[in-house]
T-cell receptor
Framework: DAKTTQPTSMDCAEGRAANLPCNHS???????VYWYRQIHSQGPQYIIH???NNETNEMASLIITEDRKSSTLILPHATLRDTAVYYC????????????FGAGTTVTVRA | NAGVTQTPKFRILKIGQSMTLQCAQD?????MYWYRQDPGMGLKLIYY???????DKGEVPNGYNVSRSTTEDFPLRLELAAPSQTSVYFC?????????FGPGTRLTVL
């Protein structure tokens, strides 16, 4: 699976959009981009995933660049409950659905 | 629908003791996973299963064993606990590509 690079940490203001970048310059054509988050001491939670088109759900939007070498997770109106570690994961579609977690980005939403 | 449940929530073991971490899911998922998470680090895959009776090693399997006799249950066995196994253990399940995680078991080996 391709490696990902994320900033170690970032702050954002409550009510504003939070834009979380992820670099995956070695991504292959059959690899998806997944985002999970982990609120303190809890198990990770799925947010969104995509292949090459932009995706949106009730939690977030995922913007993938045309060359697929990077992506941005957007939390449109961050709240204090969005404070968490966010993991960007690139995964080949396979028959075991394993995930490989890096260190992620610690996002702190401030009032 | 409880999702993924794990027991116990906390446990302290002495070096050399053994224990089984329990994981159960009620979503009829075929795929189940065990991860460990050391402080300040991401999750590392220990073992996984693609269905009852089928298990395989992940990234860090040494010191652990698993079995999958039913779709619902995926216990993780620690034999001869060592301080290096102090960690938080998460179990997860999936049907296709979205993994659902349990609340974790915090294990300390002294």
């Amino acid at each position: 699976d391709a490696k990902t690079t994320q900033p170690t940490s970032m702050d954002c203001a409550e009510g504003r959009a939070a834009n979380l970048p992820c670099n995956h310059s070695t991504i292959s054509g059959n690899e998806y981009v997944y985002w999970y988050r982990q609120i303190h001491s809890q198990g990770p939670q799925y947010i969104i995933h995509g292949l090459k088109n932009n995706e949106t759900n009730e939690m977030a939007s995922l913007i993938i660049t045309e060359d697929r070498k990077s992506s941005t997770l957007i939390l449109p109106h961050a709240t204090l409950r969005d404070t968490a570690v966010y993991y960007c994961i690139v995964r080949v579609v396979s028959n075991d659905y394993k995930l490989s977690f890096g260190a992620g980005t610690t996002v702190t939403v401030r009032a | 629908n409880a999702g993924v449940t794990q027991t116990p929530k906390f446990r302290i073991l002495k070096i050399g003791q053994s224990m089984t971490l329990q994981c159960a899911q009620d979503m009829n998922h075929n795929y189940m996973y065990w991860y460990r998470q050391d402080p300040g680090m991401g999750l590392k895959l220990i073992y996984y299963s693609v269905g009852a009776g089928i298990t395989d090693k992940g990234e860090v399997p040494n010191g652990y064993n698993v079995s999958r006799s039913t779709t619902e249950d995926f216990p993780l066995r620690l034999e001869l606990a060592a301080p290096s196994q102090t960690s938080v253990y998460f179990c997860a399940s999936s049907q296709i590509d979205t993994q659902y995680f349990g609340p974790g078991t915090r294990l300390t080996v002294l």
